[in-house]
Protein backbone atom coordinates (compact mmCIF):
# COMPACT_ATOMS: atom_id res chain seq x y z
CA UNK A 1 0.00 0.00 0.00
CA UNK A 2 0.98 3.24 -0.10
CA UNK A 3 2.35 4.29 -3.78
CA UNK A 4 2.19 7.67 -4.79
CA UNK A 5 2.92 7.92 -8.99
CA UNK A 6 4.28 10.60 -10.55
CA UNK A 7 3.92 11.99 -14.60
CA UNK A 8 6.10 12.36 -16.36
CA UNK A 9 9.72 10.96 -15.27
CA UNK A 10 11.45 12.94 -17.71
CA UNK A 11 10.29 16.20 -19.26
CA UNK A 12 12.45 18.18 -21.72
CA UNK A 13 10.78 21.61 -22.61
CA UNK A 14 11.77 24.97 -24.22
CA UNK A 15 12.63 27.91 -22.38
CA UNK A 16 9.04 30.29 -21.96
CA UNK A 17 6.97 26.70 -22.05
CA UNK A 18 4.60 25.41 -19.30
CA UNK A 19 5.10 22.07 -18.05
CA UNK A 20 2.66 19.91 -15.94
CA UNK A 21 3.55 17.35 -13.12
CA UNK A 22 1.11 15.12 -12.28
CA UNK A 23 1.15 13.71 -8.68
CA UNK A 24 -1.39 10.46 -7.68
CA UNK A 25 -2.11 8.80 -4.62
CA UNK A 26 -3.01 5.22 -5.59
CA UNK A 27 -4.00 3.12 -3.22
CA UNK A 28 -5.04 5.54 -0.37
CA UNK A 29 -6.57 9.26 -0.44
CA UNK A 30 -4.16 11.87 0.52
CA UNK A 31 -5.89 14.55 2.27
CA UNK A 32 -2.17 16.14 1.91
CA UNK A 33 0.30 16.66 -0.81
CA UNK A 34 3.69 18.29 -1.06
CA UNK A 35 6.05 19.35 -3.53
CA UNK A 36 9.49 18.86 -3.08
CA UNK A 37 12.46 20.74 -5.37
CA UNK A 38 15.87 18.16 -4.67
CA UNK A 39 19.09 19.77 -6.04
CA UNK A 40 21.80 16.83 -6.85
CA UNK A 41 23.43 14.88 -4.09
CA UNK A 42 21.42 17.32 -2.06
CA UNK A 43 18.14 16.96 0.74
CA UNK A 44 14.84 17.71 -0.19
CA UNK A 45 13.86 21.43 -0.04
CA UNK A 46 9.80 22.00 0.36
CA UNK A 47 7.81 24.11 -1.93
CA UNK A 48 4.52 24.41 -1.28
CA UNK A 49 1.69 22.39 0.66
CA UNK A 50 -1.58 21.47 -0.39
CA UNK A 51 -4.73 20.23 0.74
CA UNK A 52 -7.30 18.58 -1.31
CA UNK A 53 -10.22 21.79 -2.29
CA UNK A 54 -7.79 24.54 -1.16
CA UNK A 55 -5.08 27.07 -2.26
CA UNK A 56 -1.62 25.90 -1.76
CA UNK A 57 -0.03 27.09 0.71
CA UNK A 58 3.89 28.23 -0.64
CA UNK A 59 7.17 27.83 1.41
CA UNK A 60 9.03 31.28 1.48
CA UNK A 61 11.04 32.37 -1.28
CA UNK A 62 9.04 29.93 -3.94
CA UNK A 63 7.00 32.20 -6.58
CA UNK A 64 3.26 30.90 -6.53
CA UNK A 65 2.25 32.48 -10.03
CA UNK A 66 5.49 30.46 -11.71
CA UNK A 67 5.10 27.26 -9.64
CA UNK A 68 0.91 26.67 -9.87
CA UNK A 69 -0.46 23.67 -7.49
CA UNK A 70 -3.66 22.45 -8.15
CA UNK A 71 -5.23 19.75 -5.51
CA UNK A 72 -8.41 18.76 -7.33
CA UNK A 73 -9.08 15.38 -5.73
CA UNK A 74 -8.04 13.59 -2.75
CA UNK A 75 -6.12 11.24 -5.40
CA UNK A 76 -3.93 14.09 -7.41
CA UNK A 77 -1.95 16.64 -7.25
CA UNK A 78 -0.60 18.81 -9.75
CA UNK A 79 2.13 21.38 -10.19
CA UNK A 80 2.49 23.10 -13.06
CA UNK A 81 6.00 24.99 -13.91
CA UNK A 82 4.84 28.25 -15.97
CA UNK A 83 6.90 29.96 -18.39
CA UNK A 84 10.29 27.88 -17.67
CA UNK A 85 13.72 28.87 -17.69
CA UNK A 86 17.02 27.08 -17.03
CA UNK A 87 17.20 27.51 -13.63
CA UNK A 88 13.73 25.31 -13.57
CA UNK A 89 15.63 22.69 -14.36
CA UNK A 90 15.90 20.12 -11.55
CA UNK A 91 14.12 17.05 -9.42
CA UNK A 92 10.90 17.75 -8.62
CA UNK A 93 9.29 14.75 -5.69
CA UNK A 94 6.24 15.22 -4.78
CA UNK A 95 4.66 13.20 -1.46
CA UNK A 96 1.00 12.12 -0.42
CA UNK A 97 0.43 12.54 3.54
CA UNK A 98 -3.34 10.00 4.59
CA UNK A 99 -4.57 11.41 6.59
CA UNK A 100 -5.44 8.29 8.63
CA UNK A 101 -1.44 8.01 9.44
CA UNK A 102 -0.73 8.90 12.78
CA UNK A 103 2.77 9.42 12.89
CA UNK A 104 2.88 11.81 9.80
CA UNK A 105 4.24 9.43 7.31
CA UNK A 106 5.13 10.49 3.99
CA UNK A 107 4.88 8.39 1.18
CA UNK A 108 6.94 9.82 -1.87
CA UNK A 109 6.70 9.89 -5.58
CA UNK A 110 9.68 8.14 -7.98
CA UNK A 111 10.12 12.14 -9.15
CA UNK A 112 10.27 14.33 -12.26
CA UNK A 113 13.42 15.27 -14.13
CA UNK A 114 12.94 18.65 -15.59
CA UNK A 115 15.40 19.76 -18.23
CA UNK A 116 14.65 23.45 -19.50
CA UNK A 117 16.70 23.76 -22.88
CA UNK B 1 19.37 27.11 11.60
CA UNK B 2 18.85 23.45 10.78
CA UNK B 3 16.41 21.43 12.74
CA UNK B 4 17.57 18.36 12.03
CA UNK B 5 21.80 18.03 11.96
CA UNK B 6 22.02 14.92 10.14
CA UNK B 7 26.21 13.59 10.23
CA UNK B 8 27.78 12.77 8.54
CA UNK B 9 26.67 14.02 5.26
CA UNK B 10 29.21 11.56 2.76
CA UNK B 11 30.43 8.45 3.83
CA UNK B 12 32.54 5.67 1.61
CA UNK B 13 32.98 2.63 3.29
CA UNK B 14 33.87 -1.08 2.33
CA UNK B 15 31.83 -3.35 1.65
CA UNK B 16 31.10 -6.01 5.28
CA UNK B 17 31.92 -2.80 7.33
CA UNK B 18 29.07 -0.92 9.68
CA UNK B 19 28.72 2.28 10.02
CA UNK B 20 26.14 4.73 12.08
CA UNK B 21 24.32 7.84 10.87
CA UNK B 22 22.88 10.23 13.52
CA UNK B 23 20.52 12.95 13.67
CA UNK B 24 20.36 15.50 16.07
CA UNK B 25 18.36 18.10 17.32
CA UNK B 26 17.22 20.49 20.35
CA UNK B 27 13.74 20.31 19.41
CA UNK B 28 11.38 17.17 20.52
CA UNK B 29 9.93 15.50 17.59
CA UNK B 30 6.35 14.15 18.41
CA UNK B 31 8.00 11.39 15.65
CA UNK B 32 10.68 10.57 13.02
CA UNK B 33 10.95 9.11 9.57
CA UNK B 34 14.35 7.13 7.98
CA UNK B 35 14.30 7.55 4.44
CA UNK B 36 16.76 5.98 1.71
CA UNK B 37 16.54 7.53 -1.46
CA UNK B 38 18.47 6.12 -5.01
CA UNK B 39 19.64 8.13 -7.23
CA UNK B 40 16.62 9.11 -9.41
CA UNK B 41 14.33 8.21 -7.55
CA UNK B 42 12.14 9.25 -4.84
CA UNK B 43 12.37 8.68 -0.96
CA UNK B 44 11.32 5.50 0.63
CA UNK B 45 10.38 5.38 4.18
CA UNK B 46 12.17 2.93 6.49
CA UNK B 47 11.01 3.42 9.41
CA UNK B 48 9.11 5.82 12.23
CA UNK B 49 9.85 5.78 15.30
CA UNK B 50 7.48 7.21 18.05
CA UNK B 51 8.81 6.23 21.93
CA UNK B 52 11.73 7.76 23.48
CA UNK B 53 14.23 4.93 23.64
CA UNK B 54 12.08 2.99 21.15
CA UNK B 55 14.61 0.43 18.51
CA UNK B 56 13.83 -1.15 15.77
CA UNK B 57 15.15 -3.31 13.64
CA UNK B 58 15.16 -4.01 9.66
CA UNK B 59 17.31 -6.71 8.93
CA UNK B 60 21.26 -5.00 8.70
CA UNK B 61 19.20 -2.05 10.01
CA UNK B 62 18.64 -1.00 13.66
CA UNK B 63 17.28 3.02 13.66
CA UNK B 64 17.42 3.96 17.98
CA UNK B 65 15.18 6.98 18.76
CA UNK B 66 16.57 8.95 21.79
CA UNK B 67 15.36 8.88 25.22
CA UNK B 68 14.00 12.43 24.97
CA UNK B 69 13.25 12.38 21.51
CA UNK B 70 15.18 14.56 20.25
CA UNK B 71 18.08 12.55 18.46
CA UNK B 72 18.08 9.24 16.64
CA UNK B 73 20.40 6.85 14.89
CA UNK B 74 20.31 4.24 11.94
CA UNK B 75 22.83 1.41 11.88
CA UNK B 76 24.03 -0.83 9.39
CA UNK B 77 25.88 -3.65 10.16
CA UNK B 78 28.25 -5.54 7.42
CA UNK B 79 26.83 -3.21 4.92
CA UNK B 80 26.97 -4.72 1.31
CA UNK B 81 26.87 -2.43 -2.17
CA UNK B 82 23.01 -2.50 -1.85
CA UNK B 83 22.82 -0.03 0.79
CA UNK B 84 24.31 2.62 -1.21
CA UNK B 85 22.32 5.69 -1.65
CA UNK B 86 21.11 8.72 0.20
CA UNK B 87 19.74 8.36 4.40
CA UNK B 88 17.51 11.31 5.25
CA UNK B 89 16.27 11.72 8.48
CA UNK B 90 12.57 13.68 8.86
CA UNK B 91 10.22 14.71 11.04
CA UNK B 92 7.19 16.51 12.60
CA UNK B 93 8.45 19.02 15.46
CA UNK B 94 6.07 18.48 18.43
CA UNK B 95 3.42 21.29 18.75
CA UNK B 96 3.60 21.61 15.05
CA UNK B 97 0.43 20.00 14.04
CA UNK B 98 -1.29 23.09 12.64
CA UNK B 99 1.49 23.36 10.45
CA UNK B 100 0.14 21.28 7.83
CA UNK B 101 2.02 18.38 9.11
CA UNK B 102 5.48 19.52 7.28
CA UNK B 103 8.40 17.58 7.53
CA UNK B 104 11.51 18.65 8.70
CA UNK B 105 14.25 17.12 6.62
CA UNK B 106 17.65 16.86 7.73
CA UNK B 107 20.45 17.33 5.23
CA UNK B 108 21.06 13.80 3.91
CA UNK B 109 23.82 11.42 4.31
CA UNK B 110 25.31 10.19 1.42
CA UNK B 111 26.50 6.17 1.80
CA UNK B 112 28.68 4.68 -0.56
CA UNK B 113 29.56 1.31 -0.54
CA UNK B 114 32.27 -0.09 -2.50
CA UNK B 115 32.64 -3.88 -3.19
Known amino acids: GAVVSQHPSRVICKSGTSVKIECRSLDFQATTMFWYRQFPKKSLMLMATSNEGSKATYEQGVEKDKFLINHASLTLSTLTVTSAHPEDSSFYIC?????????????FGPGTRLTVL | TQLLEQSPQFLSIQEGENLTVYCNSS?????LQWYRQEPGEGPVLLVT?????EVKKLKRLTFQFGDARKDSSLHITAAQPGDTGLYLC???????????????FGKGTLLTVNP
Open chain 2, 27 to 31: SVFSS
Open chain 1, 95 to 107: SARSGTSAYNEQF
Open chain 2, 90 to 104: AGTPRGSGGSNYKLT
Open chain 2, 49 to 53: VVTGG
